[in-house]
């Protein structure tokens, strides 16, 4: 089997990850943008971990990173 082969056999389980993944990552993004502090106080470390460590980040910072207060404007 050559690759292309293989690349289309594992599509169908690629693009839900893909999809998923670029959505925690906007969620996370956003919510970090909005937020004046998180724990630890530095956003750009964790704009950095929700980038690069794919799933897992935004998924570390949406669970632990986020500080006590919601973001500006909700309620």
Known sequence: MDVWAQIKEM???LIP???LQL????VALVDLAKREKVRGDSKLVWALL???I???GPI???IGGRGEEPPEGED
């Open 23 to 26: 959505t925690l990552m906007i």
């Open 50 to 52: 929700i980038v690069l």
């Open 54 to 56: 794919n799933i897992i």
């Open 11 to 13: 599509l169908p389980w």
């Open 60 to 62: 570390v910072y949406l």
């Open 17 to 19: 990850l893909a999809i």
